[in-house]
C-alpha cells in the first residue's frame, strides 16, 4: 500500500511566522500534491508536481510556495503566515496514467496561526 | 469552470439501512470521477473511480456507484450500511488528463447503531 507521510502532525505558529510542512512518498509515485481542507469548502489544491524540481500553480495558490527537492519529498512553504491559512493540510501521491488517478494521501497536518 | 457539488452535507441512516450519497460534476467532454473516503482524524482513502465503461462500478466494503452522462451525476450507494461506515465520503472529478482533481464539498455519513 502507498505511504505518504506527513510532518508534523500538528503545528502552532504566529500571524508573520515561517512555517515548513514536509512530506515523503516512498513508492515512486510522479505526482504530488498539497491540499487545504476547510468546513464547507472540501480540498482545495494549492500546488502539485509531477517530478523532482518541478512545480504546478493550483487553485489556491496564494500566499504558499512549494518545492519538490527529490521524487520522495514535497515541502509546503509558508513565509509570512496569515490566519486565514489555518487549516488541515494534506498532501498526496499519485501515479498518474490516461483514465486513472488514484491519489494517496498522508495523514494530514493541522496548522493553527494565531 | 469545472465544478463537483455534493448537495447533501450530512446524511444520517440507521445500521442496516441502504444509503445514497449523490454527486454532480459541470465538466466538459470525456471525464474521470472518484469517490474517497475520510475517518475521522485520518486521511482520505480511495473508494472506487470511473472513466468509461459499465457505469455501474464496484468499490470497497460494498460501495458501488453509477454514472450517469445525462443526469451528470455519479452516486454512491450501499446496500446495508454498518456504523464504521460512518465518515466523510468526497466526490472527486477530473477531465481525461485527470491529474488534477477537483473534490467535492463532502458529505458527512452518520451511521446509528
Known amino acids: 500500500e502507498a505511504a505518504v507521510t506527513q510532518s508534523p502532525r500538528n503545528k502552532v505558529t504566529v500571524t508573520g511566522g515561517n512555517v515548513t510542512l514536509s512530506c515523503r512518498q516512498t513508492n515512486s509515485h510522479n505526482y504530488m500534491y498539497w491540499y487545504r481542507q476547510d468546513t464547507g469548502h472540501g480540498l482545495r489544491l494549492i500546488h502539485y508536481s509531477y517530478g523532482a524540481g518541478n512545480l504546478q500553480i493550483g487553485d489556491v495558490p496564494d500566499g504558499y510556495k512549494a518545492t519538490r527537492t527529490t521524487q520522495e519529498d514535497f515541502f509546503l512553504l509558508l513565509e509570512l503566515a496569515s490566519p486565514s491559512q489555518t487549516s488541515l493540510y494534506f498532501c498526496a501521491s499519485s501515479d498518474w496514467d490516461w483514465g486513472s488517478n488514484t491519489l494517496y494521501f498522508g495523514a494530514g497536518t493541522r496548522l493553527s496561526v494565531l | 469552470t469545472q465544478t463537483v457539488s455534493q448537495s447533501d452535507a450530512h446524511v444520517t441512516v440507521f445500521e442496516g439501512d441502504s444509503v445514497e450519497l449523490r454527486c454532480n460534476y459541470s465538466?466538459?467532454?470525456?471525464?474521470?470521477l472518484s469517490w474517497y473516503i475520510q475517518h475521522h482524524g485520518r486521511g482520505l482513502q480511495f473508494l472506487l473511480k470511473?472513466?468509461?465503461?459499465?457505469?455501474v462500478v464496484q468499490g470497497v466494503n460494498g460501495f458501488e456507484a453509477e454514472f450517469s452522462k445525462s443526469d451528470s451525476s455519479f452516486h454512491l450507494r450501499k446496500a446495508s450500511v454498518h456504523w464504521s461506515d460512518s465518515a466523510v465520503y468526497f466526490c472527486a472529478a477530473s477531465t481525461n488528463m485527470g491529474y488534477k482533481l477537483t473534490f467535492g464539498t463532502g458529505t458527512s455519513l452518520l451511521v446509528d447503531p
Open positions: 470511473y472513466y468509461s465503461g459499465n457505469p
Open positions: 465538466y466538459g467532454g470525456s471525464i474521470y
